[in-house]
């Protein structure tokens, strides 16, 4: 009985301390238009390769940086630009990572960030949208196309700021950005993903 009780207090306390659900919605209408920057400690840029045949091996990226032009009722003006910096690579092997940094294949000490500047939005649907740009990477700057989804967005229950979060998409060869350590035993064919939270600039 004592146990139940203690557990009920604690279950009490904890939601009491616990911020209040954010309420998001994915209507581009009750959205606000403005310039939103890079939530760094919400936002992750990840790839994937083909690891010899064997399996899907993914490493990540954070410390982003960036804005996003955010136009609700005008998607097609909207602008989004994109900083990763190479060193904040994270995977589960720590000698992986050195490699990744070194010249052999990032060559983070040449090349320490990577960038992608839109150049097209094309809305496809309420909350989805193909966005091209130029992303730069290992020193080679090539279009890509992403598929973007928003997520949501709505206020920041911790910071009651006007946050929107958005899912991007899209493949690229890393051969012709110039890195083809082990292709193909190591897929050619790498997949982004980023994960983005944005911040409304009061």
Do not use: C
């Not at 990577?114 to 094309?122: A, I, L, P």
Request: no cysteine.
């Amino acid at each position: 009985m004592k146990l139940s009780v203690l557990a009920l207090g604690l279950a009490a306390g904890l939601a009491l301390a616990a911020p209040a659900s954010a309420q998001a919605t994915r209507d581009p209408a009750q959205i606000p238009a403005g310039t939103y920057v890079v939530d760094p400690n919400h936002t992750q840029a990840l790839f994937t390769v083909n690891h010899f045949g064997f399996s899907p091996y993914t490493g990540i990226f954070s410390d982003v940086s960036g804005t996003l032009d955010l136009q609700p009722a005008k998607p097609a003006e909207s602008r989004l630009k994109v900083s990763v910096p190479v060193k904040s690579l994270y995977a589960p092997s720590q000698h992986l990572v050195d490699s990744l940094k070194s010249d052999k294949w990032l060559d983070a000490a040449q090349f320490p960030e990577m960038t992608f500047t839109s150049t097209k939005v094309t809305p496809e649907g309420k909350d989805k949208a193909k966005v091209t740009g130029d992303l730069t990477l290992h020193g080679v700057t090539k279009p890509v196309t992403l598929e973007v989804t928003l997520v949501g967005a709505g206020a920041n229950p911790m910071n009651k700021k006007a946050t929107v979060g958005f899912e991007a998409k899209g493949t690229i060869k890393r051969s012709d950005f110039g890195v083809k350590t082990f292709v193909p035993a190591i897929s050619d064919e790498v997949q982004l993903v980023l994960n983005g939270a944005f911040e409304r600039k009061d």
